[in-house]
Every structure is written in structure tokens, then in C-alpha cells.
């Protein structure tokens, strides 16, 4: 259970770190001042910062994956639309560290996460066409998301969605 407990302050201080500082900027010492937390139990739980990264994305794309994927497929384009806006305001809510992540470390996210869809159980199959849509819905999502966020969400988060159904439901 302690494990546990240290690795959620380990991420959440990362999370933390990176609307403070660029990724390659943060050091072990960084990271564990802002966990308050020993050095040793960083590396109790992790290898390198790169693989904390990979860890909190992971744990991103599984709230993106469990929580708003299954809607996109809901026959209902006003409920979709709705849970999109929903997902979109997540971010842009000032109690939500991922608004508040600086515009460089968003750019490696979106490349570690796009190796960390790849890299997924549920993707790996011999017809990588089976899971084309699941690829094409989270690339999309995050990507305009990205977009938005550096855009300093100039655009209401409904427009943000209905521009993320209107691509998805061509």
C-alpha cells in the first residue's frame, strides 16, 4: 500500500513539476522535493523520469479510454458532443493540472502518448485495422485538445467538440 501511495506522489509532483518547469529541465532532486518523498522510494518505484512520464500518461490514457472513449460510439450526437465539451472543460478547469502543463512538455506527452497507444495490449493484434477507429478517436481528441490549450482556449470547449464529432463522424 505504501508503494502505491509513493508512486501516486511521485506522479502527481511530476504533473505538478511539469506546469512549473519543460520536461527536460526536471531532475530526480526536483521531483522528489515536490513529493516529499526519500530518494530511495523514487527509485523503489522507477528507473528513470521517463518512465514516471509513461506512467501518468498511462494513467491518463486509461481515464481517457474508461471514462470518454465509449461515448464517441453512443448513437445520440448531442450526448457525444456533450461528454467531448465535458472532457475538453477537464482540461481547461483551473483545478486540473493538465491545462495548466507548459506548451513543451504537452508536445512530448502527445508523442509519448501516441507511443504508449501503440504499445497497448488491446492494439496489439496481427490487423492493426481492427482497432483503426480507437487510434483515429484518441489522436484526434488529444490532438485538438493540444490545439485548444496552446491556443490558450480561446474557443468555447462545445465548439472544440463539435469540431472533434463533425472529424470523427465524416
Not at 75 to 101: C, M, Q, T, W
Request: net charge positive; with cysteine; proline share 4%.
Amino acid at each position: 500500500m505504501k508503494r502505491n501511495s509513493s508512486k501516486l506522489a511521485l506522479i502527481n509532483a511530476f504533473v505538478a513539476l511539469l506546469t512549473r518547469k519543460p520536461y527536460l529541465d526536471i531532475s530526480v532532486s526536483d521531483l522528489v522535493r515536490e513529493a516529499g518523498i526519500a530518494r530511495a522510494s523514487f527509485y523503489r518505484n522507477y528507473n528513470s523520469l521517463d518512465e514516471v512520464l509513461l506512467d501518468a500518461i498511462d494513467r491518463f490514457f486509461n481515464a481517457l479510454f474508461n471514462k470518454w472513449i465509449p461515448f464517441l460510439n453512443q448513437a445520440d450526437e448531442n450526448l457525444v458532443k456533450e461528454r467531448l465539451a465535458l472532457f475538453f472543460d477537464h482540461f481547461k478547469d483551473p483545478e486540473s493540472p493538465y491545462g495548466k502543463i507548459l506548451p513543451e512538455n504537452r508536445a512530448i506527452i502527445s508523442v509519448r502518448l501516441g507511443q504508449l497507444i501503440i504499445t497497448r495490449k488491446e492494439f496489439q493484434s496481427a490487423n492493426v485495422e481492427d482497432h483503426y477507429d480507437i487510434y483515429v478517436m484518441v489522436y484526434t481528441i488529444v490532438a485538438a485538445c493540444s490545439c485548444w490549450m496552446n491556443k490558450g482556449f480561446k474557443e468555447p470547449s462545445s465548439f472544440v467538440a463539435s469540431y472533434v464529432y463533425d472529424k470523427l463522424h465524416r
